[in-house]
Every structure is written in structure tokens, then in C-alpha cells.
């Protein structure tokens, strides 16, 4: 009896997490398609209002940054989800040659305010930066 009633409420408890984790975590992949910003990015610490021209498309579920298709950098998957009036994504994109970028964003009355870090392993020393990004919706 003892293990039977421990069974049932361990597959209670599965099931309610199932649940609860089905609620929180829906399907945001595609909240911010069709959206893109133009803006400038840079290191992290310089001044905002200058440095490479930079746009960042939401498209099919993926983002694309266009400054780092040159570095052969391709879109990825992105995860979004929206927090009141703000919506937050992340994104990691790859590139063969160059390693990789990881993604983190705010966007707020159609500003779009992003940090990201760019990581590349080596085989005598590792490099990793941090960049910002800050532009206004493409109408």
C-alpha cells in the first residue's frame, strides 16, 4: 500500500509540473517577427551615438545581425518573451571561422536597447568582448 501511494503521488507531482511548465513556458519564438532596427553598435563603454551601422532583423523566428554576416556569422533561433510593456529576447549566433555571439535584449517603444559578447576560443588564449547595440524600429 505504502508504495503504491508513493507512486501515485510522485506521478501526481510529474504532472503538475508538466502542467505548470506548459503555462509559463509558451511558444514566443515568433514575437518579434517581422520586426527589424537599424541603429549603430560598438564596444562596450564607448559613446553610444557612434560606430558601425548595424541592423538586427526578426524574421521566421530567427535573428539576423547584417553587420556580422561579414564574419560569416548566421542567423539563429531566437527566444522572446514579453515582461508589461517590454519584451526581452536572446539569441546565439555562430560562426565557423569567427566562434561564437550570445544575444540579450530589451526592446521598448519600438527602441531596441542590446548587449552582446563575443567569445572565440583559441588555442593559447581565449578572447571575449562585449558590445552594445541601440537602434529604432525600421517603419
Known amino acids: 500500500m505504502g508504495a503504491r501511494l508513493i507512486f501515485i503521488f510522485s506521478l501526481l507531482f510529474l504532472c503538475s509540473n508538466l502542467f505548470v511548465d506548459h503555462v509559463v513556458a509558451?511558444?514566443?519564438s515568433n514575437l518579434l517577427d517581422g520586426k527589424t532596427f537599424i541603429g549603430?553598435?560598438?564596444e562596450k563603454?564607448?559613446?553610444?551615438?557612434?560606430?558601425?551601422?548595424?541592423?538586427?532583423v526578426f524574421e521566421n523566428g530567427m535573428f539576423i545581425s547584417t553587420s556580422c554576416y561579414k564574419y560569416n556569422f548566421a542567423g539563429?533561433?531566437?527566444?522572446?518573451?514579453?515582461v508589461g510593456d517590454r519584451v526581452h529576447f536572446e539569441?546565439?549566433?555562430?560562426s565557423p571561422s569567427h566562434g561564437q555571439i550570445t544575444w540579450e535584449g530589451v526592446i521598448h517603444d519600438d527602441v531596441a536597447e542590446v548587449t552582446f559578447v563575443w567569445t572565440k576560443?583559441?588555442?593559447?588564449?581565449d578572447t571575449r568582448r562585449e558590445y552594445w547595440f541601440k537602434g529604432t524600429l525600421k517603419k
Open 76 to 82: 539563429a533561433p531566437y527566444s522572446a518573451i514579453e
Open 45 to 56: 563603454g564607448k559613446i553610444l551615438d557612434s560606430g558601425e551601422d548595424e541592423e538586427i
Open 40 to 42: 549603430f553598435n560598438g
Open 26 to 28: 509558451q511558444d514566443t
Open 121 to 125: 576560443e583559441r588555442w593559447f588564449w
Open 91 to 94: 539569441a546565439i549566433t555562430v
